[in-house]
């Protein structure tokens, strides 16, 4: 079967023309590096933590184990490993175990762990910051991936066209922005196949080493190797050639390899392991909350993404159409395998990640349709520019003849039309999404913290933990030559005790208490922070707000009325120093004391004035009088608003009034405005069991507490 040039390019004879879709297909791709590099710098270096902290750091804490302890035999992992030994059956704690198990011991993506790790080795730099550097210049990959693949099935044009379209589009779930192990086996995937498709399927090194790649970056890419030798031995009819089945047949011995390597490698612990299912909870429900969870996808991100499905389809069928033959006959056999795998995907369940498989799956055929509108819109160009190349704008005879002529300069414009609304549709849902990119957990964790535990603790110390961000921050600093307690995965377990009642256990590494606030007890921790948005509202959609109280370890002020800081240990409160950052605008901060029976000094209010820009304490004198039990900070009003990173009394050194055991109580201005209290009480941050045990702070920079705990 011999393609041929596509019939879109043929009807653009003109030798010019054809190299300029040649140049096309560079713009395209030029146009998808840039407008997603631009996008993704808005959240990258706007925080410390890469977006999405929970998912990137359990990739990097796979990257400090492949650099410090490749068999998983570091005394953090091997206390885990002795905690997730006692088999359970409470969900929550079977939930716990499991996050433990894939964030921190499954090993499935080594190749993309080497990657960092060796960025950060050639740079000299720590794996956080390689990451973000890779992550920035990732649509680099994505992009060439993607328009190779498409120039394979359509041509360069089409390619040049869908691929500057895809720079706007959003895909459902992960999408394609985001850096990480599937995603970058998905671009190396369509890499391998357009070689394949290039090569008429006689690809064998292009399949082989392909296959060796993508089963080390992420099993996901076990399937498409899969498809890539599927694609070898069908979309040209049966292969004739020996060198053909060789690289058909060393692909699927190298995935077999991968398959029996996840099921016996203990250490590391390679691949998946499955995902129990919730209370209640079976097979047959999982799948139809995966179904669900499709419609939601789709619904969200529509706009972004086809933005008109009868518009865009139609356009690709109309792409189809104006095809060769041969290239038509081979886009069939392409859509059918691409069509049986991604239905098969639907039945494969992942209970705590619906629909997960089937969305990763989705982006080669989206791709694939929008290859199609190229090809249509590439086409209706040719024959418009021939069309007034030879006739103008004045001839035919009657109303019908002028239509039957100047039919492709009407449907180039609608077509043109259409892309130019997909491009604003999608800038518009970069805007809502590199805004969530930023803000979704919105924690700032200081390194200070780690490196003063490796400094004052003994490898046999253990630190106990309670979320699945801090304690992966911790390890990708050198943590995990420490022991580690992972509480929640042994809360009101038999085993419990066994493990708080240890001496060595020395240390605690915490939320702090503006972010574990009364607002998030009940949830798991995944549920604490802002949904993703909605490009379109859907009922079935649950959106969800951040529930901490602090947003990057500060209280913005211009959401609440006003912040009472009262101290427990029954001292007369002198002075006092404010923490103020965020200041785009000069402001006052004014500061009302409280006297002991609970009554405001209005009159008695300390103002300070701060000019726009500066960050730091701000120190403000008290009322020289005994009868001082606390303060009220005010909420500002309009353009003098700023945010509250720390509180202290008379000599305290660090962010919050650990020492005073303070409490503090904000009163929301918005939203759910019941009062929110948290205590500066280190005790009360701990399990009862440790109630015996004395404490003290070491260091509460950022979101997270770094907490001393005294031996028995």
């Known amino acids: 079967m011999t393609l041929g040039k596509p019939a879109s390019e043929g009807e653009c004879g003109d030798r010019h023309v054809i190299l300029a879709s040649k140049g096309l297909l560079v713009l395209g791709l030029l146009i998808y590096v840039t407008v997603q590099a631009a996008f993704l710098s808005g959240c990258l270096w706007t925080r410390d933590l890469p977006p999405e902290p929970d998912d990137s750091l359990a990739y990097l804490t796979k990257t400090a184990q492949m650099d410090e302890c490749f068999f998983q035999d570091c005394e953090a992992l091997k206390d885990l490993r002795a905690q997730m030994a006692f088999r359970g059956t409470d969900p929550a704690i079977v939930g716990h175990r499991t996050q433990i198990v894939g964030r921190v011991f499954q090993v499935y993506h080594p190749l993309f762990s080497a990657m960092i790790l060796g960025v950060a080795k050639a740079l000299s730099t720590d794996t956080i910051t390689a990451y973000k550097l890779l992550w920035q210049i990732s649509p680099l990959l994505m992009g060439l991936g993607t328009a190779l693949w498409i120039n394979a099935l359509w041509g360069p044009a089409a390619a040049g066209i869908a691929t500057a379209m895809l720079a706007f589009s959003i895909f459902p779930n992960t999408g394609l922005h985001y850096f990480v192990p599937a995603n970058t086996a998905l671009a190396l995937a369509l890499i391998v196949w357009a070689g394949i498709l290039a090569r008429k399927g006689d690809a064998p090194l292009t399949l082989v080493l392909g296959t060796l790649v993508l089963v080390s970056i992420h099993p996901i890419g076990r399937i498409y190797a899969v498809i890539g030798a599927v694609m070898a031995a069908t979309v040209w009819g049966i292969p004739k050639k020996q060198t053909t089945w060789a690289g058909i047949i060393g692909c699927v011995l190298i995935v ?39 419609g939601i996808q789709f619904k969200r991100t529509e ?36 069509s049986v795998f991604l239905a098969t995907s639907l039945f494969y369940v992942l209970p705590r990640h619906p629909a997960d498989l089937f969305m990763r799956m989705l982006p080669p055929m989206s791709a694939l349709f929008f290859g199609g509108v190229g090809a249509a ?27 039957a002529l100047y039919w492709p300069i009407a449907a180039f414009t609608v077509l043109a039309a259409f892309t130019l609304h997909i491009v604003l549709s999608g800038v518009e ?23 003063r535990l490796l400094s004052e603790s003994v490898p046999q110390n253990k630190v106990l933990y309670e979320s699945i961000i801090i304690m992966p921050f911790y390890f990708v600093n050198g943590a995990m030559s420490r022991g580690a307690v992972f509480y929640p995965a042994i809360r009101g377990t038999p085993v419990e005790g066994e493990w708080l009642n240890n001496p060595h256990l020395r240390y605690a590494a915490l939320y702090n208490p503006t972010v574990a606030t009364r607002r998030v007890e009940g949830f798991e921790e995944d549920e604490w922070w802002q949904a993703r948005p909605s490009l379109r509202y859907s009922a079935l959609d649950r959106q969800r707000p951040d529930r901490t109280l602090s947003v990057n370890a500060r209280i913005p002020m211009a959401r609440v009325t006003w912040a009472q800081i009262e101290p427990r240990d029954g001292r007369t409160v002198q002075s006092v120093e404010v923490f103020v950052d965020d200041l785009v605008a000069d402001a006052r901060v004014e500061v009302v004391p409280v006297d002991r029976s609970g009554t405001l ?51 305290d050194r660090l962010r919050w009034p650990w020492n005073s055991k303070a409490d503090m109580t904000v009163q929301p201005r918005a939203g759910d405005t019941a009062p929110v209290t948290v205590s500066f009480d280190p005790q009360k941050l701990l399990p009862p069991l440790l109630s015996n045990r004395k404490v003290s702070v070491l260091d509460d920079e950022g979101s997270s507490v770094l907490i001393r705990i005294d031996p028995p």
Do not use: N
Request: aromatic letters at 8%; proline letters at 5%; glycine letters at 12%.
């Open 256 to 294: 077999t390899a991968a398959f029996v390597a996840s099921a016996t490698v203990e250490r590391p612990m390679l691949g998946f392991r499955p995902e129990p299912y919730g209370s209640g909870q079976g097979y047959i429900s999982a799948l139809g909350q995966s179904l669900v969870e499709i």
């Open 601 to 651: 000094a209005h009159h008695e209010t300390v103002t300070a004035h701060v000019r726009a820009g500066r960050t730091g304490w701000v120190r403000m004198q008290l009322p020289d009088r005994d009868s001082l039990k606390g303060i009220r900070i005010l909420g500002p009003q309009g353009r003098g608003a700023y945010s509250l990173g720390g509180v202290r009394f008379d000599g």
């Open 377 to 403: 819109t590439w086409f209706t160009f040719c024959q418009s520019r021939a069309v007034l190349r030879r006739y103008g704008l004045a001839k035919g005879d009657g109303q019908a003849s002028r239509i």
């Open 429 to 451: 849902g970069w805007v809502v999404l590199t805004q969530h990119m930023r803000d979704r957990q919105s924690i700032e964790l200081s390194r200070s913290q780690p490196e």
């Open 303 to 338: 706009p972004a993404l086809v933005r008109s499905p009868v518009v865009f389809f139609g356009a690709a069928v109309c792409g189809f159409l104006i095809m060769s033959a041969a290239r038509q006959t081979m886009l069939l056999r392409v859509i059918a395998i691409l």
